[in-house]
């Protein structure tokens, strides 16, 4: 038991040690950067993997930093929902990471990219081990500002404007955030999570956690993208580098966005009807207005970008839904989304990376040349829009059947529609950039490197064999844990206060 | 006169700059090292320090500073800073704990006490001060070749 608490911290030494060793070694020797980012993002896959099997034999996990018992010290809690997303977040992050050994030679001090990468990925590991309100605000907010930096990597006109507005809209939701958190804090008069929540079940219903979870909603939607809050989205995520645009679609807005949103609205403050029946109609809204928006565009990673919003209001839907096999579902299609989505944005930088353009109508007749990168993109685009027996397809199918069964089926109807305009939004991305004639400029067009491709080729495994987490006996040890975190609600108090004892 | 006395402001400026930098940054180390028994701390240290920088920069032009700490020296002590943090933060696994406070604690009020937290000053003032020097380079330079 002792043993395997202690790798919770390490879920964040790893990458800070990793970014802080970059910058500091990695300068003036070429291959370093490349090698420190390989190493430490395999190694928190490794962890993150290992944590599940930790987590299903010991139950939640408690670590009390610097010896500090809980309530009085920063706790870092490990249970069935944050090992779960550490997985998606650190297999994205490995993927990414590979891909990046050649995709990244077009800019000059790759570096800097790996250093705010890896700060990146730290500020999302913790905010997803953290145990402390507070420390999950500071968590979000270096996983937020690394990727304001990162957004603007390129330094252009148009990427530093993108990069600005991010930053604007992004630390006005941080301000929510700061502000409910004080609110709960001067409330409760404790910032741990599982104590606050202790807390508020005593004192009971109170005008002060409507206002909080509405501040909450509005702070972590607008980090999540969620429809009122999404206009940052779609300049910042095709302004960055392809793979950072496949970390940012793929896990940022998870992490900082979904993670921390059900965590505090599920777990700290418990679930209402109201709040419920509000993250409800903003899913159904994202879900349809995204795709709307998503299926004129003629920019690849616009399009792209736009559908993360879609695909966005399906995982809040189907948590929203409250009960057992919505939750479910829906966890379900975020770690899918993160498999489908980041691979999208790898094809559309391969894509970029070979003819240098973005744009659907210049592009034509790719796959010939291209194959691995035309195929892994069918494969993705069949996912997104949920074709069997793509894992997609699975995950919308449990958040429709949720839907029908918790008696609303006019979510389930939106929920369709919605993934019929995905699908006819992909099938004009494979025509025009992958199908039809060849155009001539791009006879000399060659297909990527291999770095670039293998990553490509796992992204698309998992795509195929994604629905294998359904099976009972993989299940319960991986979603399963997760959603049950989630359906116990404010237990969770219970649970982690019990456990340190 | 020497050349650096032809760049940056009046003699004015200049000699109650000289008279002040070795005082600003001198207190800058007086915050940092009292951090754990006094109000202040790295974090405040570690900007009076940058500052001490900064005002160095102003009064005499960007060379004259930039021979006491250049650009790369800036942010070599800013990621060396960062690590020094972090490795204090591990060497808590020798008592069993991340971040735990494992050196002799000391008595209160005196300066050697409170086990790790000087060290944990030293090491935030390095990040800070580096870090925030780097930036006010950044800018100047930045300045510098938009002005060509």
Known sequence: MTGAVNIIPFFVVIPLAGAFLTALLAKKIKWLPDIIGSVTTLALLAISILSIFKVNAYGALVYSVGGWKLPIGIAMVLDGFSSFVLVTVNLIAFIVGIYAVNYMERFTSKWKFYTLFLLMLAGMNGVVITGDLFNLFVFLEIASVASYALVAFGTEKHELEAAFKYAAMSTVGSLFVLLGIAFLYSFTSTLNMADMARVLTQKGANNITVMVSVLFIMGFGLKAALVPFHAWLPDAHPSAPAPISAMLSGVLIKSLGIYALCRIIYNVIGITAPVASALLVLGTLSMVVGVFLAIGQWDLKRLLAYHSISQIGYVILGIALGTPLGIFGGLFHLFNHSVFKSLLFLNSGAVEYSTGTRDLKKMGGLMGKMPVTGGTNLVASMSIAGIPPFNGFWSKLIIIIAAVQAGKPWFAFWAVLASLLTLASFTKVMKYAFFGTLKEKWNKVKEVPVFMKVSMLALALICVIGGALLISGVNEGFLGSASNVLIEGTGYAKVILGSVK | ?148
């Open chain 2, 1 to 148: 006169m020497s050349r650096e006395h032809k760049k940056g402001m009046s003699l004015i400026v200049k000699t109650i700059t000289r008279l002040t930098v070795g005082l600003i940054l001198l207190y800058g180390i007086y915050i940092i090292l009292h951090g754990h028994v006094s109000p202040g701390g790295g974090f405040a240290g570690g900007v009076i320090i940058a500052l001490s920088f900064v005002h160095l920069m102003l009064a005499y032009g960007k060379e004259t500073a930039l021979r006491k700490v250049s650009r790369s020296a800036a942010s070599f002590f800013e990621s060396v800073g960062a690590t020094l943090f972090l490795l204090i933060a591990l060497l808590g696994f020798t008592g069993g704990y991340f971040f735990l406070n494992f050196l002799g604690k000391g008595e209160p009020f005196k300066l050697f006490s409170a086990g790790i937290i000087p060290l944990c000053n030293i090491a935030i003032s390095l990040k800070v001060g580096a870090g925030l020097f780097a930036i006010f380079v950044a800018l100047v330079v930045l300045n510098l070749d938009s002005e060509k």
